[in-house]
């Protein structure tokens, strides 16, 4: 599996809380913590024979730690370099939670946003704007809108790969934009995400399965043998750095290369192209084998734990795209199974209005269903609808799908927030 089916892990995530530090703190502790981790990652790499993929740190949502804008801005350019300097391939934590007003820091992250995600390399952010418990701040869903459209200028739409819209996001995220060092949660732990469509594929096909529930008992055994990887992978790389082991992210998350796609699985269990009709179902069934299989490998299951469904970094979703069988809102329609939600997809560069529509759109599938989802678009000045739009490395590529951009839209520009579901009160 490791050599032949591109089992990997897709990242080691050092989670850590750099709430009450200065400045100057917070970018040495990056650099000694960051050297440390790629050093323990690549020596359990080697002693073990297992591909990790990405290193990742993860901060203290850094517009709690700072709330002025040039010491935002100055802060987040110098993590940047620091995670350059010592090898780390991605930082997450530049991010806030607004459910349900735009306090202070919250509106000084969303004005200061386009400039450090066009400045920076490795820095990725999120604005969390919902959850089950206080509903949807869909205020700061337009304000965050507007900053994004301006980020998308700014960088052709790249930029925007490197921050997320999101609801219900939990604290020990591994994934980039979202990994952040949640509430409650120890100094530093390690999180993992774990990879593995190309496993989950090939062993549908050899498996030569005759019903629904030999195939779900096929998909589970894969799991568990995927997120065991993970957990021991963790443990090791924490076992170095002296620090807790956290949680295994059981989400499959695929890459552009070929043999590494969530959408070949579900063609491989008999969907005649990803977006057919079918496809949700089939999802589903590969989430919950997922869960199943995944939860009895791992000591801590968390993060995501679903599916992931980005266009750009999924070969066969971009095949199904220029053929046809997939466009937006049947994306949106897959997150009410999957998990992290409308992912990575191009679209061409459209109002504030728009933009917020359809992440209002989104995130209220997790809002009301009690589930963490984000929004990760790329606007893309110039481009039309079928464009081949190359983001490079990981990122993939992705088509343009086409979006209904109609004025106006004043539904999107009432105030305030929308009021938590009554889910909420099931809960006590």
């Not at 994004?148 to 200028?153: E, F, G, K, M, S």
């Not at 809102?329 to 997150?335: M, V």
Request: aromatic share 4%.
């Amino acid at each position: 599996m490791l050599h032949y089916l591109n089992l990997d892990v897709r990242a080691v995530t050092l989670s850590l809380d750099v709430t009450g530090k200065e400045k100057e703190e917070i970018v040495e502790t990056v650099e000694s913590k960051g050297s440390e981790l790629v050093r323990a990652v690549r020596e359990v790499s080697e002693e073990h024979g297992i591909p990790i993929v990405t290193v990742r740190m993860a901060l203290t949502p850094l517009a709690e730690v700072v709330n002025k804008e040039e010491e935002l801005v100055e802060l987040a350019k110098e993590l940047d370099r620091a995670a350059v300097k010592t090898g780390v391939d991605a930082l997450g934590g530049f991010g806030a939670f607004a459910e349900v007003g735009l306090n202070a820091r919250a509106k000084t992250l969303i004005k200061v946003l386009p400039e450090v995600l066009s400045k920076t390399e490795r820095l990725f952010g999120f604005l969390n704007v919902g959850d089950t418990w206080s509903g949807l701040n869909v205020e700061a869903v337009y304000e965050v809108s507007e900053a994004l459209i301006d980020l998308a200028i700014r960088t052709k739409g790249t930029g925007n790969a490197k921050f997320l819209v999101s609801a219900n996001l939990p604290g020990d995220v591994p994934f980039m934009p979202g990994a952040h060092h949640g509430k409650g949660r120890p100094e530093a732990e390690v999180n993992v995400a774990i990879s593995g469509p190309g496993v989950m594929e090939a062993v549908v096909r050899r498996s030569k399965v005759n019903s629904f529930r030999e195939l779900y008992e096929v998909l589970k055994k894969a799991a568990f043998k995927i997120a065991r990887l993970g957990e021991f992978a963790g443990r090791k790389v924490a076992e170095k750095m002296g620090v807790e082991m956290g949680s295994v992210d059981l989400s499959l998350a695929p890459t552009p290369k070929m043999g590494d796609s969530v959408a070949k699985v579900v063609e491989a269990m008999g969907v005649p192209s990803f977006g057919a009709p079918g496809t949700l179902a089939a999802l589903a069934l590969l989430v919950e084998a997922l869960k199943k299989g995944g939860a009895m490998a791992v000591s801590r299951f968390g993060g995501f734990s679903g599916l992931f469904v980005p266009l750009s970094e999924d070969s066969g979703m971009v095949e199904a795209a220029q053929r046809g069988t997939l466009d937006l809102y049947k994306l949106i329609a897959y997150t009410s199974v999957c998990s992290a939600g409308l992912d990575m997809v191009p679209i061409p560069l459209v109002t504030p209005e728009t933009l917020a529509s359809i992440t209002l759109d989104q995130l209220m599938i997790g809002v009301i269903n009690s589930k963490p989802l984000g929004v990760r678009l790329l606007p893309v000045p110039d481009a039309k609808p079928g464009d081949v739009i190359e983001l490079g490395g990981l990122l993939g590529r992705g088509v343009v799908l086409p979006v209904e951009d109609l004025r106006p839209n004043n539904f999107i520009r009432l105030k305030g927030h929308v009021p938590p579901p009554t889910l909420r009160l099931h809960r006590g």
